[in-house]
């Protein structure tokens, strides 16, 4: 239990006086000589009001780790310490204390922020909170501002040395809510499934800490939309002031209170997969127009069911590149991932395969495959499938003219046909204007036959030789188009000038996608 606070020397309410001296800071003992050299024993910080916790961690470096801490915290004497009940208030939303009201429960260094008393409020309001998370499995603890407590110690004289009240509060917390709540503590980078981020940021009003002596110019810079200083800003000042310069110009009032807000949000979850699209009329991401939904979009076909199982705020598609809305994406299907922010709900394997049945048998012209829970590596996979070397596609052409055999066979001969292309007029008002070198790796075209040309049009005389199905390898980024009507000139060579007669594509799909993630399910699902 750590809930000792040294006994209180003076009391602490208000501006520190111009005339006070610095407090007595760290001051080491030395024990007999042993063997002709003197040891020095464990320094004792003689200060009003300092916990045991503040004890301990002052009297060790700041790259300690978290074993040798809690052995020194274990090593302190129990007889320099009296116990001192210290409570928070806890409301709905934020974890209130009036920390000057009784100075002489307070430790003057950490506001205590390290006590017992804090660390149980803020675990019985993680419980309530973590009600909502079902299959919550490991635990983040990040927190914000406690940097500002540093000038208390400066102002103190304490030495700018020792662990960090911000380490020791994440330590104690973390080891807290683990053994309250059954939850697994992981560092903030690491991120799994079922992952869940305890979030305390400490607020002190804006004058908390003023320079009044000095030019604005030279305070700290202080961040208005946050309500706080920057860290760095801090640091800086705090490495280049001395004590006796900055008595007096450093103003701590009286009565002020520190508020705890504490959140609790899960890390992203990936739940990743490939889709086919079997539809011209169908957007990857929600198309609206002056707020009206225009079709249905790719992720709300997906990601809605998932948003629901996993009860998360929201639900962003995050796909291997993207097909236009009149664009079928067919063969083995596009990898895709949904990420999901903030969710509440864990499912296992066998729920996610009842999503992925349940969104097949709800869309005909949609298909998802092999969903399944990614790790945020994964996810970069599917990123780097936007910038994949080849691409297949199929399209049906409509030359202005009848084509010969021969035109054909000159199309079919291109091998890494490198074109100039500027950014298309149809993306003009959205991308910036540059001209890109492409490559088309191989073209396979072919006339269509006297029943395909009817399947098409009704007019099968008028068509027939100037309508052609072209199978196009292309480098990614290329648009395919472009290159076959030659957008006004914009696209060269196209397939226009290589036939010599003006030429429009009726269709597009995209056929090959060569990925081996996921793994991709036979038949395409189309």
């Known amino acids: 239990m750590m809930t000792d606070v040294a006994p209180a020397s003076s009391t602490i309410t208000g501006t520190v006086p111009k005339d006070v001296a610095p407090a007595s800071g760290i001051i080491p003992e ?3 000589p042993e063997n002709g050299k003197e040891t020095a024993k464990l320094p004792i910080i003689k200060l009003p009001n300092i916990c045991k916790v503040c004890v301990c961690r002052k009297t060790l470096s700041a790259n300690t780790t978290k074993a040798s801490f809690q052995e020194k915290f274990s090593s302190l004497s129990q007889e320099e310490f009296q116990t001192n009940s210290f409570s928070y208030i806890v409301s709905d939303k934020t974890v209130t204390a009036d920390l000057w009201s009784k100075p002489e429960n307070c430790c003057y260094l950490c506001t205590g922020l390290l006590q017992e008393s804090t660390l149980s409020a803020l675990s019985g309001r993680c419980r309530e909170i973590l009600a909502e998370y ?43 809510l683990c053994a309250d709540h059954g939850l697994t503590l992981q560092p903030q ?14 607020r002190m009003p804006q004058d908390e ?46 009565g002020a209170a520190v508020k705890l807000d504490l959140t609790i949000t899960s890390l992203s979850t990936f739940v990743g997969g490939r889709y086919t699209k079997n539809s011209r009329n169908i957007s990857q991401s929600p198309w609206s127009v002056n707020g009206v939904p225009v079709c249905e979009s790719i992720e709300e076909i997906i990601g809605g069911p998932l948003k629901t199982i996993f009860k998360a705020d929201s639900a962003n598609m995050h796909a291997a590149g993207r097909e236009d809305i009149d664009v079928r994406m067919l063969g083995s299907g596009r990898p895709f991932y949904i990420q999901l922010i903030n969710a509440r709900v864990f499912p296992d394997q066998e729920s996610l395969d009842q999503v992925l049945d349940e969104i097949n048998r709800s869309h005909d ?15 970069e996979i599917v990123k780097a499938g936007q910038e994949q070397k080849h691409k297949e596609y199929r399209c049906i052409i409509r030359t202005n003219a009848a084509v010969t055999e021969g035109a054909v066979e000159k199309l079919n001969s291109i091998r890494d046909l490198v074109l100039d292309q500027d950014t298309p007029l149809r993306v003009l008002h959205r991308r910036s204007p540059l001209l890109r070198k492409r490559r ?23 068509f027939f030789n100037r309508l052609l199905v072209a199978e196009v390898v292309s480098e990614s980024g290329t648009y395919i188009k472009e290159f076959v009507h030659g957008d006004w000139g914009r696209t060269t060579p196209n397939v226009g000038t290589i036939l010599g007669v003006p030429c429009d594509i009726l269709s597009l799909d995209v056929v090959g996608l060569k990925m081996d993630w996921p793994p991709a399910v036979a038949g395409g699902g189309v």
């Not at 980078?189 to 400490?202: K, N, P, Y």
């Not at 000095?214 to 800086?236: C, D, H, I, M």
């Not at 012209?365 to 996810?379: A, M, S, W």
């Open 440 to 462: 088309i790796i191989s073209v396979n075209a072919r006339m269509l036959t006297v029943e395909e040309v009817a399947m098409v049009t009704k007019d099968v005389e008028t």
């Open 209 to 254: 800490f003023m320079w009044t002596a000095r030019e604005p110019r030279k305070w700290p810079v202080y961040n208005f939309t946050t309500g706080l200083f920057k860290q760095a800003s801090l640091e800086k000042e705090l490495a280049r002031a001395k004590v006796e310069d900055c008595r007096g110009e450093m103003v701590v009032p009286g």
């Open 189 to 202: 980078e690491h991120e799994a499934l079922g992952a869940v981020t305890v979030s305390v940021d400490v």
């Open 134 to 176: 079902t299959g919550a499995q490991f635990l983040t603890i990040t927190c914000a501002s406690l940097h500002l407590l540093q000038i208390r110690s400066f102002l103190a004289g304490v030495p700018h040395k020792g662990l960090a009240v911000k380490t020791v509060f994440k330590w104690l917390l973390g080891d807290r």
């Open 365 to 379: 012209r949609v298909k998802c495959q092999g969903l399944r829970p990614i790790t945020r590596d994964e996810t």
């Open 30 to 32: 030395t024990v007999p």
